[in-house]
């Protein structure tokens, strides 16, 4: 699965757009970019998923540039409960396996 | 409550001891993940079911672990002989189909301690 790269920590004011990055340079055509987040003390929870076109949910959009190099997940309205450690994924079928890395911890403050 | 269920929450555990966990995923779920998160690290893949078989399992998983779905429902996993770097979250996920095109969901873990 190709690598990816986050950065460890972005700051957020309540009630703006949360833009968080990912670099995923070395990943193929059938890899899907996978967006979790852990809220402290509990389970990863979905928020969004990509192959190649941007995609939109009640959640979060996600923008994959044309070359799928990176990605931006964007949380329209940031609120106080999306301070969490987001992690991005690139993930391709033959394994049943999402491969986290260390994330970004997004604090959205007051 | 319908979502993935895993217990004890917490489990303190004496070097040397045996520990189990329970998984009981959602209704219907075919697929069954577990994970290991140590503090600062995202979580890292275990072993995964599909119904009853074990079908892929990490090199992290030593003799020492070992999992179990006997009906294609709940899980379990065992580690026998706990050391102080089993110290970790232990989660679990379900899903419908493979997880490329859809989402797995976790469990809030058992946070094992082992003193």
């Known amino acids: 699965d190709a690598k990816t790269t986050q950065p460890p920590s972005m700051d957020c004011a309540e009630g703006r757009a949360a833009n968080l990055p990912c670099n995923h340079s070395t990943i193929s055509g059938n890899e899907y970019v996978y967006w979790y987040r852990q809220i402290h003390s509990q389970g990863p929870q979905y928020i969004i998923h990509g192959l190649k076109n941007n995609e939109t949910n009640e959640m979060a959009s996600l923008i994959i540039t044309e070359d799928r190099k990176s990605s931006t997940l964007i949380l329209p309205h940031a609120t106080l409960r999306d301070t969490a450690v987001y992690y991005c994924?690139?993930?391709?079928?033959?394994?049943?396996?999402?491969?986290f890395g260390k994330g970004t911890k997004l604090t959205v403050n007051p | 409550d319908t979502g993935v269920s895993q217990d004890p929450r917490h489990k303190i555990t004496k070097r040397g001891q045996n520990v189990t966990f329970r998984c009981d995923p959602i209704?219907?779920?075919?697929?069954l993940y577990w994970y290991r998160q140590t503090l600062g690290q995202g979580p890292e893949f275990l072993t995964y079911f599909q119904n009853e078989a074990q079908l892929e399992k990490s090199r992290l998983l030593s003799d020492r672990f070992s999992a179990e779905r006997p009906k294609g429902s709940f899980s379990t996993l065992e580690i026998q002989r706990t050391e102080q770097g089993d110290s970790a979250m232990y989660l679990c996920a379900s899903s419908t189909r493979p997880v490329p095109g859809t989402e797995a969901f976790f469990g809030q873990g058992t946070r094992l301690t082992v003193v």
């Open positions: 994924i690139v993930f391709k079928g033959g394994s049943e396996k999402l491969v």
């Open positions: 209704s219907e779920h075919n697929r």
